[in-house]
Every structure is written in structure tokens, then in C-alpha cells.
């Protein structure tokens, strides 16, 4: 089937607006993880979710990010009141039950 | 804080020749270990996955991992120009787990023509 969808590819705020990412994970996974990538690093892991349980939220950076995947299958990154260092790649992975995850092609965020 | 290193390169190798892309781990708790190829501007791809220590191989490509030095490392054999990109390695629990991945920053490699 599909791969992991997410919208919007390309998405540009000012400063202090809110801002949502959306994920669409490949049917039938049940895992769903957000990793946030600034430009020459590697990706790191800021929440992660099973079925529509959120299981670790260690990583989000702040209270200003939030996350939620209601039903278990679709997800929604919230970033509110954005910054400057927000400005990175949000990318999206999901995974059928444990091992390899496989990821979306990323939203670039860019904070104005 | 479970940490996955990764010298961050350039690597150059000429084409045709090995290119040996190297990472260490910290978490001793950590049993499955993930190469990812990450082209400018794409998305991560997984290359290959190790959970035993020793070596696997996938046509030009070798895992080895040596869980006493917490060492883990992918061979490219016969390098391409196509296999110019970065390579994140990342760290896990069981394979049988759901569990989070720690990736290290990414190793740029560059083939030569």
C-alpha cells in the first residue's frame, strides 16, 4: 500500500503563530513516531504513540508542542506560539509492531 | 541519555573501492541497530538492520555488530557514486519490542568518480 504521507510538505510562519503537521501512517501500523530534524543533524525523537495512546513525549522541546493521534492511525504535531529554533524538518515514522520504521517525507517548517 | 556517535565526515572514498562507516552506542540496554541512507532533502531509507552480534550481509552492504564494544559499523562494498548521501545509524531495544530508536547525527559520504 501507500507509504507515510504528511502534509504540508513546505510550510512557512512568522514568528508566534501556531502551526499543525499532519501524519498519515501506512495502514495497519500500529506505531507512530515524531522526530524533529535541524539542518546536518540527525533526526531527533520527540514523541512517539501506540495506537492512540502516547506512550513517551520526552523529547518535545517544550510546552508549545503538543501531539495527538485520537483515533490511532492519523497524527497532529502542534507547535503554538513558534519560534526561530523551531525553523527544522518534522519528520513522521510509523511501524507495524516493533523493528524497522519506515518514514514520511518530512514537513520543512521555517519561522520567520 | 542513551547516545548514538557518529563521526560526522566528510568520509571520501573512491568508487569502487569500501567505504567503512563506524558508530558507537552508549545505552548497554540497547539490542537492535538500524543503517539509514538520507539523501539531500529526502526522507530517511532503511538500509539494513542488526540484533546479533557478528556480521549480516546485503549484497554490497555488511552490518557488523560487537556488543561488548558497543561498536556497530556497515561495510559498502564496490561503491557507487549513488551512494553518495548520509548515513544515520540508530540504536533500539528488542526487535521484539515497540520501542523508540536513538539515531546518531549521520556520517556525509562521498564517492569519488
Known amino acids: 500500500g501507500a507509504g507515510v504521507s504528511q502534509s504540508p510538505r513546505y510550510k512557512v510562519a512568522k514568528r508566534g503563530q501556531d502551526v499543525a503537521l499532519r501524519c498519515d501512517p501506512i495502514s495497519g501500523h500500529v506505531s507512530l513516531f515524531w522526530y524533529q530534524q535541524a539542518l546536518g543533524q540527525g533526526p531527533e525523537f520527540l514523541t512517539y504513540?501506540?495506537?492512540?495512546?502516547?506512550?513517551?513525549k520526552s523529547g518535545l522541546p517544550s510546552d508549545r508542542f503538543f501531539a495527538e493521534r485520537p483515533e490511532g492511525s492519523v497524527s497532529t504535531l502542534k507547535i503554538q506560539r513558534t519560534q526561530q529554533e523551531d525553523s527544522a524538518v518534522y519528520l513522521c515514522a510509523s511501524r507495524k509492531n516493533s523493528g524497522t520504521q519506515y518514514f514520511g517525507p518530512g514537513t520543512r517548517l521555517t519561522v520567520l | 541519555q542513551k547516545e548514538v556517535e557518529q563521526n560526522s565526515g566528510p568520509l571520501s572514498v573512491p568508487e569502487g573501492a569500501i567505504a567503512s562507516l563506524n558508530c558507537t552506542y552508549s545505552d548497554r540496554g540497547s539490542q537492535s541497530f538500524f543503517w539509514y541512507r538520507q539523501y539531500s532533502g529526502k526522507s530517511p531509507e532503511l538500509i539494513m538492520f542488526i540484533y546479533s552480534n557478528g556480521d549480516k550481509e546485503d549484497g554490497r552492504f555488511t552490518a557488523q555488530l560487537n556488543k561488548a564494544s558497543q561498536y556497530v559499523s556497515l561495510l559498502i562494498r564496490d561503491s557507487q557514486p549513488s551512494d553518495s548521501a548520509t548515513y544515520l545509524c540508530a540504536g533500539g531495544g528488542s526487535m521484539n519490542r515497540d520501542d523508540k530508536i536513538i539515531f546518531g547525527k549521520g556520517t556525509r559520504l562521498h564517492i569519488l568518480p
Open positions: 504513540f501506540q495506537n492512540e495512546a502516547q506512550l513517551d
